[in-house]
């Protein structure tokens, strides 16, 4: 099983970048899958999430600006980012399948970076 995030990059303030994750394997259709990141020096951090169902739940420092979405069809995870911030520069994370109290899959993660 395997996730690879893409879609990071450089962007200025106020501008919009769209993250992918590509799973690997069955059975992610059933599985929460999310997003996190985690800036320099801080905590990673849930971003978003998204259950089986499309049910979404976002961190109060993104909601209105980002939109999570996933397409089963093709076991692939999205964030839309609109409105970046520089707050939003960080390593982004991809995560599937929350069970026991954890994320049983990571990706390896790919950089954000928002300039004023």
């Known amino acids: 099983v395997q996730l690879e995030e893409s879609g990071g990059g450089s962007v200025q303030a106020g501008g919009s970048l769209k993250l992918s994750c590509a799973a690997s394997g069955d059975g992610f259709s059933n599985c929460r899958m999310g997003w996190h990141r985690q800036a320099p020096g801080k905590e990673r951090e849930l971003v978003s999430r998204?259950?089986?169902?499309?049910?979404?739940n976002y961190a109060d420092s993104v909601r209105g600006r980002f939109t999570i979405s996933r397409d089963n069809a093709k076991n692939t995870l999205y964030l839309q980012m609109n409105s970046l911030k520089t707050d939003d520069t960080a390593v982004y994370y991809c995560?599937?399948?929350?069970?026991?109290?954890?994320?049983?899959?990571w990706g390896q993660g790919t950089q954000v970076t928002v300039s004023s």
């Open positions: 998204i259950l089986f169902d499309g049910t979404t």
């Open positions: 995560a599937a399948c929350f069970m026991n109290y954890q994320w049983q899959y």
